[in-house]
């Protein structure tokens, strides 16, 4: 052998024997040790004390499944034992979290371009506790050291997994506590499977809470939308953990439970992790079923969900989102969200629900980010029940007020609605939101066609522009504002109503089938309040109606809601049937009293008027009803009525003294020139085709007989 080859051998010889020591020396090694040194830099890290009390070992195993060098090279996986994180000295528990063991593989060449990668990593019975405080400290905000200068390290996490383990939260600032337990399932489930038990659910809920047509509802929109995919599943995905939680949420239970996937994929964005939640927060459920994806940055939630509950109002303080009042509902949809810290957007696509009695679709955005977050979309219902619009307003029942948690009882002798708006919440968010149904209905024997809205939400100013109903073959044109950024609430209203047919109006009256009457009206009010009772109470405007070829009876205006009017008629007409050729009213408003300056009925039979005033801030009646009849058929109208009392509680009664005087109506009425020339112009020839319209000839007299003169009564001051 020649002395090259000699030094090459013994070159080869001594790496070989420095390789072989070295790997007996790691192999041998107690990698305990380093316990000290490792707890010292986590801690430093974190600026929170951080320990290994376990022991701390190393496994060498090749990654097989690597190309090239890396399939050679050993890789170390690393298991500590018994860690433990503490909580700052203000919070109630001295631990922060606590693992019975952690593991994790590192790739070692990476190492050289400082670069840690650790391809997956395991937690073993984690425990963690979470806690807020009322000055907003939290547990999970740690104190990482300041440093000029940016580290050239760079650390690369793939996946997480995880084991059965424990999870606390105390919330003040939200006023929540909360316990989790996460449980490992006995095998596998598939994904497809949790998600029909899932669905089944939830459609079972929402016909307890608002009956079994919502659950028929949301069954068909699910199958609908049965070849759409819920959620961004691969093959393989299933679903390998349990959970459970309970708690208090601002002093109401909270129960919950569903399934998770097993591994978390931080570096892949494409790996689909699955959930499934169903919980209860007080009255409301709300459920959810789907895959989250790429969430090391909270990338991408695609989920169905449900909601239901007693009232939508409810859901503000879970979601952030200002809803209104409503009845019992349930509405089942598509949630697709892009996750970004400050910046997220929640499309609630195709859902389809139930409010009350009424169908609810349609689809919403949820923008975060900017100076408020904005909600906008388009909302459609086939068929609106009348009623389920009431707890917007404050003017549904009691027992419907006690459900949906309303504390504001409504005092038993007031009519108009007191509960206040929930100014408070208007200006969380902005909105720009459309809304349309085909049909309103209230009762069946009072039919509302269309109606259509755009409202406009935008730091606390509400507007309803234009809001319109298609009614009995006419329309109802108005705009609705309401300022909620001030206090009190300042709101106006404009509104006009044009060719409402009385015969589609009043379909199931058999006097009105051939008539060809019609009614028009407008009316421009300014108010302040926070409840219809104040705004109504403060308003200022006025208000013009006609109506003209009708008829009319006590039974019609009790099934309208009408009763001061029913109460009225009654006693100048009994039960019987009236025919009307003219109605017109003209009233001026200031601070809440509505003054008569004209209110007149013609009749086949006599000529009515009434003058006094109506006070909606004390709801107080000062009326005086004035019949003349037009011939000797009904002597009782000769005796003028009175109307006293309340909205609530009228009280309607003959005047004392001598009867009237018999002759012609209308020319008998006088000092009513300008209101009839104002409600003039609500007659419209081209709608008056079936000949000369009454109410022109009417009012013609009216104008001829003398000059406007405020009401006679004076107006009741407020309490």
Sequence with gaps: MTRSRKIVAWIVGVLLALVVVLVVVIALFDWNRLKPFINDKVSQAIGRPFAINGDLTVDWKRQRDGGGIAAWVPWPEFTARDITIAN???????????LQALRFRLSPLPLLA????????????????????KQGRATWDFTRPRSSTPSAWRLNLGTIGFDRGNATLDDAPSAITLKVTV??????IPYDQIVAQQSTAARDQAGKTVGAAAKKTLATAGDKDADKTIGQPRASTAYLFDWTASGTYQGNPVKGHGKTGGVLALQD????????ADAHIGDSHIALVGTLTDPIHLGALDVRLWFSGTSMAKL???T??????????????????????????????????????????????????????KLSGALHSRLLQFADLAPLVGADSSASKQRRGEATAQPADKLLPVEPFRTDRWRAMDADVKFSADRIVHGESLPIDTLSTHLRLNDGLLRLDPLRFSLAGGSVGS?????????????????????????????????????FGEINGDAALKAHGNSVAALLGSADGELKLLMNDGAISKNLLETAGLNVGNIIIGKLFGDKTVQINCAATDMAAKDGVFDMRLFVFDTSDAVITVDGTVNFATEQLDLDVKPQTKGFRILSLRSPLYVRGTLKNPNVGVQAGPLLARGAGAVALGVVAAPAAALLALIAPSHDEEGENTCRAVLGQLRQSGEMMPSKKKAAKPH
């Design 88 to 98: 700052p000295g203000w919070a109630k528990q001295p631990q922060f979290a606590s």
């Design 114 to 133: 400082h670069r840690i990668d650790v391809p997956w990593l395991q937690l073993v019975q984690p425990t963690v506790d979470l806690q807020r405080d």
């Design 183 to 188: 449980e490992p399932l006995r095998g596998p």
């Design 269 to 276: 964005a494409d790996e689909p992790f699955p959930l499934q």
């Design 316 to 318: 503000y303080p879970l």
């Design 320 to 373: 952030g989102i200002t809803l209104p009042d409503t009845p019992p509902y349930a509405t089942e949809g598509h949630l697709k969200a892009t996750l970004k810290k400050g910046d997220s957007r929640y499309r609630y696509e195709d859902f389809r629900g139930r409010v009350g009695g009424s169908d609810l679709a349609g689809n919403l955005l949820f923008v975060t980010g900017g100076e408020r977050p």
């Design 479 to 515: 705009t609705l504002m309401l300022d909620g950024s001030r206090s009190p609430m300042q709101g106006a209203i404009d509104l006009n109503a044009r060719h409402l047919k009385l015969k589609q109006l009043f379909p199931t009256f058999e006097p009105m089938r051939t008539s």
